[in-house]
T-cell receptor
Framework: GAVVSQHPSRVICKSGTSVKIECRSLDFQATTMFWYRQFPKQSLMLMATSNEGSKATYEQGVEKDKFLINHASLTLSTLTVTSAHPEDSSFYIC?????????????FGPGTRLTVL | GQSLEQPSEVTAVEGAIVQMNCTYQTSGFYGLSWYQQHDGGAPTFLSYNALDGLEETGRFSSFLSRSDSYGYLLLQELQMKDSASYFCAVYTNAGKSTFGDGTTLTVKP
């Protein structure tokens, strides 16, 4: 149980285009989903917290107009990187917290590797 | 805010026991989690401690001392496949986790 999927797993795009990444909880309802980015050999940096039906809460320094987050249902959250630039190239990972399980347990998706040319 | 400290690298041999430490500073502490991440992969959940003491799951054990703001992950009977990065993360009453910079474990034959 507690499976989280992400799509696509890998994307290469041209500078200036927008990219949408989907995060789905497959076998549980996610009350909260998180979006992280991770640069090589570095830790996970939280970008935003997403609750179903409400606006996402962005961490300091994360541009909400550039990284659009939509949490349309208890099983789906999307991250859209708008007008992507090479510096946005990174590993984007979502995670979800369900109603069951110990508090604070996050189940991670497999990640999306974004390369902006 | 929150801050966590982990040693950057640890090396051990197959079959040995290794302990990876994590110290933290935070407010609104709920619990400490541990995650494993192999190169190119996403983190996977290993354990969660909300109370003081030792939690054991197979070859993995995790310890927490809330009074010392300290925890550790213990791996026994090390295998080559245990080579990975290990992150501790504090979960707070803000409803989110902050991750440490991780410890890279290298297991040698």
């Amino acid at each position: 149980g507690a499976v989280v999927s992400q799509h696509p797993s890998r994307v290469i795009c041209k500078s200036g285009t927008s990219v949408k990444i989907e995060c789905r909880s497959l076998d549980f309802q996610a009350t909260t989903m998180f979006w992280y980015r991770q640069f090589p050999k570095q830790s996970l940096m939280l970008m935003a917290t997403s609750n179903e039906g409400s606006k996402a809460t962005y961490e300091q320094g994360v541009e909400k107009d550039k990284f659009l987050i939509n949490h349309a249902s208890l099983t789906l959250s999307t991250l859209t990187v708008t007008s992507a630039h090479p510096e946005d190239s990174s590993f984007y990972i979502c995670s979800a917290i369900g109603l069951a399980g110990p508090r604070g347990t996050q189940y991670f998706g497999p990640g999306t590797r974004l390369t902006v040319l | 805010g929150q801050s966590l400290e982990q040693p950057s690298e640890v090396t051990a041999v197959e079959g040995a026991i290794v302990q990876m430490n994590c110290t933290y500073q935070t407010s609104g502490f709920y619990g400490l989690s541990w995650y494993q991440q192999h190169d190119g992969g996403a983190p996977t959940f290993l354990s969660y401690n909300a109370l003081d003491g030792l939690e054991e799951t197979g070859r993995f054990s995790s310890f927490l001392s809330r009074s010392d703001s300290y925890g550790y992950l213990l791996l026994q009977e090390l295998q080559m496949k245990d080579s990975a990065s290990y992150f501790c993360a504090v979960y707070t009453n803000a409803g989110k986790s902050t991750f440490g910079d991780g410890t890279t474990l290298t297991v040698k034959p």
